[in-house]
């Protein structure tokens, strides 16, 4: 194994940690972001995680845990994009983008302030692009029930929300409730962002939501399969990122480490590439 | 506040407001938001990669918007919003990666993501306005054809318009506009500037050109304000600029509310 | 211009979509100055039809061609189905309607009063010269339907295409509609090419008829189109054509064991 993997990678807790966190992250965004795909809301799935952001960054400038600022942040967010809420595709994007624009002027002046309060540097990296390292072992622990309860929700609600997205009309016309639905669902994509905030940071989480589960809806056709191969995916990202990062330490004689999110969000976008390709070259066979 | 170290921001912020301010009116006519986000964000990464090369920023910025403008542009259609996201993240994390490769200062971060009126060099007027100037002439030489298939992209395929060309030809003008004005506001937050301002103009007005105007005037109204609080308060002109255009979209919006509801 | 010039002649088209025919040997030419219609039940390929006269899709086979001038995209008016507008779009009607002229073109133009002139002719043509000001976003349906027409006339059109503009539409408003289209016709000498699904609503003002079912096309006057040999011949199996104080009922299928309204023609009174 040592030629693969620098030795002493999974005798450090903090690794450890940031490992655990990182699979459980991965899973619950993999199921959530499914239905963000299938929903068309890649849009507003960004715009959550920026405006977890600025939800991180003001908490970490008052002094609080980022995480509870992630979560909050975003959970605003999610509530000010469906009060906004407006029918027409157009008007929602315009709408989706005055709300993430304001919140990352926010964002700005956090940092700011996180930067002139602060001796440390790299608080502003941190914040944006994340750490799996800095997650503490009861930070874990709160990730884990969070995790735990948005695959709850989502089990309940996940036909209905199905069908709904798939046509709207015909699920109302069968007594759903869409508005309602929508806006359950819209927060837990909001809690699910927050979470991954903390693991590949805030403008990144976008690629853990969606990235696996649109290469899984490249590649499956029942909706079973897919769940469990965009899950596949987004912890396999998440594992090979870590070993990357970590092994990327002895590649340059410098000793700069490659940012562990950069890692994890390379290997989410080949993943999403490659099966693409896949996808174009056995439809083309298939037509043939 | 005007004295001569300000001057190179006031020039090249007004222009920078005024493309904004009329790349935005077609950015909003045509649902290209989260382009319009994820351009700027791929400048972000051409930047940092520039500076861990050793070539000037601008160079970087332009060439990796372009780079991100063609890829948004030729996936336009098949889930353009999922590649979007995509292209996005891979250029963020590309830029965190150039960041912690070549040791960058945290306030050249912060400068970059969030704007800074003093990041404003001499010798990048004149690129700014000539770069400027051209992609306002791009905007003009397509601006009937931009509006119609906006409108009705149906219609305007139907007479002869070709969408590929036209949506590359919009990408390519718009990566450019937002290069140019990722140092000054930010790369987070050149999006703001060039989606709320239209977004207020279109409900005031309901003539094309016009709405075009008071875009640009917008823009232009909300970066003087920006630079001008930056400068008193020290605080980064990004949050200024995010949150002023912010407030116009929601009073523009509020003024048609009780218009419409009292006429 | 003489009054019989053929303005398009469609030669033995083939049409096929993801590997699927949709059309097989199409036949069919209009004149100038024609009210033909083109009949067929839904998904029976009008749209397609349409579409690949544009020529936003090119036949597998055969060719549409344009005698006279060039092809020139300008010779020919599109109204579609439907056209979904932001409500917030900021543009006037009568900017709309001029984009109908000037839309495709490339480079700094500025608009002449000419094209003013013939924007507000086009509206008042289609009776909604008092639309002129409003946003295009908030019309009402067959207020957009009349914008939409006033649009695809503006650049004096020799052949206007419709899509199913009589769908969703009470018999009055169908009739207004109808009439509305025979009148902008005589007055604009424009042949005319409405595709619909029920042939009745066009019986008095038709010239021609092209009848769509089972991927395959007959084409002619009217009475020599809906006879029971020729469109038995369209379906492949028997079909009756009766008429009834003025009406025809095209009725599909073995009336004693088929299902008797298979056919959207089929009114039962």
Not at chain 3, 86 to 99: E, G, H, I, S
Not at chain 3, 122 to 128: C, F, G, P, R, S
Not at chain 3, 144 to 158: D, F, K
């Amino acid at each position: 194994m040592h030629w693969l993997v620098e030795p002493g990678l999974w005798s450090n807790a903090a690794v450890r940690t940031g490992v655990g966190v990182g699979a459980v992250v991965a899973i619950v965004s993999a199921m959530v972001g499914l239905f963000t795909v299938i929903r068309g809301q890649s849009f507003a799935g960004h715009a959550l995680a920026d405006v977890a952001l600025s939800g991180g960054a003001g908490s970490n400038a008052l002094g609080f845990s980022p995480l509870a600022g992630f979560v909050v942040g975003a959970l605003v967010g999610a509530g000010a994009m469906e009060a906004v809420g407006v029918e027409r595709v157009r008007q929602r994007d315009v709408a989706t983008g005055v709300v993430l624009g304001a919140a990352t002027g926010l964002s700005a002046l956090f940092l700011y302030l996180i930067t002139l309060n602060s001796s440390s540097t790299g608080s502003t990296q941190l914040i944006l692009f994340g750490s799996l390292f800095s997650v503490s072992a009861p930070t874990f622990l709160v990730v884990l029930a969070l995790s735990v309860l948005v695959c709850l929700a989502l089990a309940v609600i996940g036909r209905p929300l199905l069908f709904a997205s798939l046509s709207s009309d015909a699920a109302a016309a069968r007594g759903v409730s869409v508005t309602r639905l929508a806006l359950c669902y819209t927060l837990l994509m909001a809690v699910t962002v927050g979470l991954s905030a903390i693991v590949i940071g805030a403008v990144l989480s976008t690629a853990l939501l969606i990235g696996p589960p649109a290469a899984a809806l490249r590649l499956g056709r029942r909706m079973s399969m897919t769940l469990v191969v965009a899950a596949t995916f987004g912890v396999a990202a998440v594992l090979v990122g870590v070993v990357v990062s970590y092994d990327s330490y002895y590649w340059w004689p410098s000793h700069r480490a490659l940012p562990v999110s950069f890692c994890v969000v390379a290997l989410v976008v080949a993943e999403f590439v490659v099966a693409s390709l896949v996808r174009r070259l056995t439809t083309r066979k298939s037509s043939a | 506040m005007f004295s001569s170290f300000m001057t190179n921001a006031w020039i090249v912020g007004t222009v920078v407001a005024l493309l904004a301010g009329a790349t935005g009116f077609f950015v909003v006519m045509r649902g290209s938001s989260f382009a319009a986000h994820a351009i700027p964000n791929g400048a972000f990464a051409g930047a940092a990669g520039a500076t861990l090369v050793g070539v000037t920023p601008l160079a970087g910025l332009v060439t990796f918007a372009v780079v991100a403008g063609i890829g948004i542009g030729a996936s336009r259609g098949r889930r353009s919003d999922v590649a979007t996201a995509m292209a996005l993240v891979m250029m963020l994390a590309l830029g965190a990666a150039f960041l912690s490769l070549s040791a960058a200062y945290e306030p050249q971060v912060d400068a970059l993501l969030f704007g800074e009126i003093l990041g404003v060099g001499t010798s990048s007027i004149t690129p700014v306005v000539i770069l400027s100037l051209g992609c306002a002439l791009a905007l003009a030489v397509m601006y009937r054809p931009l509006l119609f298939s906006a409108a009705a992209p149906d219609l305007a395929a139907a007479r002869g318009l070709n969408p590929t060309v036209l949506e590359m030809g919009f990408m390519l003008t718009l990566a450019i506009g937002s290069a140019l004005t990722v140092p000054v506001v930010g790369a987070l937050l050149t999006f703001s500037l060039t989606v709320g301002p239209p977004a207020a103009a279109r409900l005031l007005v309901r003539r094309p050109f016009q709405a075009l105007v008071l875009s640009m005037v917008l823009a232009v109204g909300t970066l003087w304000v920006s630079v001008a609080a930056s400068y008193q308060t020290n605080l980064p002109v990004g949050f200024f600029v995010g949150v002023l255009s912010a407030v116009v979209y929601v009073v523009a919006r509020v003024a048609t509310l009780l218009h419409r509801s009292r006429a | 211009m003489s009054e019989n010039a053929v303005i398009v002649d469609v030669q033995g088209v083939d049409v096929e979509l993801a590997g699927q025919r949709v059309l097989t040997n199409v036949n069919f030419h209009i004149d100038a100055g024609e009210f033909t219609g083109l009949i067929g039940s839904n998904g029976a390929g009008k749209t397609t039809l349409l579409r690949m006269m544009l020529g936003l899709i090119s036949p597998s086979r055969g060719e549409v061609s344009w005698p006279g001038d060039a092809r020139d995209l300008r010779r020919v008016g599109y109204v579609p189905q439907k056209v979904v507008l932001d409500v917030d779009v900021p543009l006037r009607v009568r900017d709309f309607v001029a984009l109908g002229d000037d839309g495709h073109r490339y480079g700094l133009h500025r608009r002449t009063r000419q094209t003013w002139e013939r924007v507000e002719e086009m509206l008042d043509a289609v009776e909604a010269s008092e639309l002129g000001e409003r946003r295009i976003g908030a019309l009402s349906g067959g207020e957009l339907q009349r914008v939409l027409l006033a649009h695809a006339l503006v650049s004096r059109p020799e052949l206007l295409l419709l899509d199913e503009p009589l769908a969703n539409l009470d018999p009055g408003a169908t009739s207004d509609i109808v009439q509305l289209l025979a009148r902008v016709r005589d007055r604009q000498h424009v042949a005319i090419l409405l595709s619909a699904h029920e042939i009745n609503s066009l019986l008095g003002v038709m010239d021609r008829v092209i009848y769509i079912a089972n991927a395959h096309v007959a084409s002619g006057p009217t009475d020599d189109v809906v006879r029971p040999d020729v469109l038995s011949q369209l379906y492949g199996h028997h079909v009756d054509v009766i008429r009834v104080h003025g009406r025809v009922l095209v009725i599909t299928g073995d009336v004693s064991t088929g299902p008797v309204a298979e056919h959207p023609d089929l009114v039962v009174e």
